[in-house]
């Protein structure tokens, strides 16, 4: 069953700006968006963005959201991705992210910061070593904080296994294929305790191209919906999926794609992010030599999602 797209072309927001795998947090003055690394050499680890309307977004320029580096992390090429802040029970601000291992470069990792100020940082990791960092399977990136109707907190994130694949696409085409499942990791209510094991939801395909990646989870209706993305983001064949699943653990049914090459004029759209316990979306496509940020509202229609551009 696929989605209910609309085929009018959509411009990005903020004229283009390169603002990949944005993730969203609205709070009382409007929705906080946040990117992986950009500005001049990449310096700004954590890029920021603000709209009080969901419709007139300001780009925070060089403001970075976590300026200073833990010690974990490879200084000369961090590598810091995929950001995704969320808001705890006692109003505090915890930001999940991906960054390079100093021990292991060519690795990316999971870890945690916390702000000493308010949704846009700074945020600080003083950690000497990252939070969830399977090296033995590829390592992880891409988490995403989610909030069940119990107030049960989740980390939803991808094994990294086409950073140990073979080659080819992604660095994952060319068999033996490297798994890449999407995990579900429940923490305490400070946001980063690790609960338990984690567990696997999904994970890569014959039809997936190198990897699943890039996931998002939420509940609409009585359905928990798991976004996410496959093929390669290299090429025009990347895309956002969504799978569906009665329990929170799964199992999951997959449907879409939602969002392909074409839809709305867009190319290689990807890394789509919902609102914890919102209907708000980002996500980014290629644009011009970057990766610029759309944005919309899901809805639900029987099993399909129906998708608004804004």
Known sequence: MGALTKRATVAPVMGGQNFPDPSVIKVS???HAFSTNGGPGKSVHVQVAFTPDFKNWQFRGTKDAMPKLASWIDPK???V???DVNQLGDGSFIM?????LKSKTNLHCLGWAKS?????GPYVDNSNQPWICPTNIGGAIDPSGYVDPQNRRWVVYKVDGNAIGHGGECGNTIP???PTPIMLQQVGQDGHTLIGSPQQLITNGALDGPYVEAPSLTKMGDKFFLFFS?????????????AIADNIKGPYTRHGPLFVTGSYGMT???GLDIAVNGNRAVWHGNYGSGRAMYTGTLKLNGNQIVATLS
């Open 116 to 120: 000493t100020g308010g949704v846009e």
């Open 96 to 100: 999940y992210y991906t960054a390079a």
């Open 77 to 79: 090429s961090p590598r």
């Open 268 to 270: 290689a759209p990807g």
């Open 176 to 178: 033996p294929i490297v």
């Open 81 to 83: 991705w995929a950001p």
């Open 230 to 242: 496959s093929q390669c983001f290299a090429t025009p064949k990347y895309d956002v999926s969504y």
């Open 29 to 31: 003055d409007g929705w």
